[in-house]
């Protein structure tokens, strides 16, 4: 069984910073397509950012997150992480992990693509 555990959410205030860990299991991790989605109130879901499981992959991210949010992975810890600097108000949202492909298609998280954490709650007050 696939599983998918996220942490490191909470609330911060504009201009902070705050980690996001998702620990897998059950899933060849180190070979596994991995990213970070997130949804606000009245928003699709959003992809933030994603890697590919083959070495020459390279990360992706949107728009609204790219020199500020880091994605990396500890592949002997099998955990993904999501650095966000800079945080903004307009990064308030439930943000999950997702093992597999990047999905850009209007959806609601979690997708019934893939595999996908619980979420976890960021909030940026200004």
């Known amino acids: 069984e696939v599983q998918l555990v996220e942490s490191g959410g909470g609330s911060v205030q504009a201009g902070g910073s705050l980690r996001l860990s998702c620990t897998a299991s059950?899933?060849?991790?180190?070979?596994?397509?991995m990213g970070w989605y997130r949804q606000a109130p009245g928003n699709e879901c959003e992809l933030v950012s994603h890697l590919g499981g083959r070495v020459d992959d390279n990360t992706y991210y949107s728009t609204s997150v790219k020199g500020r949010f880091i994605l990396s992975q500890d592949n002997a810890k099998n955990t993904v992480y999501l650095q966000m600097n800079s945080l903004k108000p307009e990064d308030t949202a439930v943000y999950y992990c997702a093992a597999g492909p990047p999905i850009m298609l209007p959806m609601t998280c979690p997708a019934n693509l893939g595999y996908w954490g619980q979420g976890t709650q960021v909030s940026v007050s200004s």
């Open positions: 059950g899933l060849p991790f180190d070979t596994s397509d």
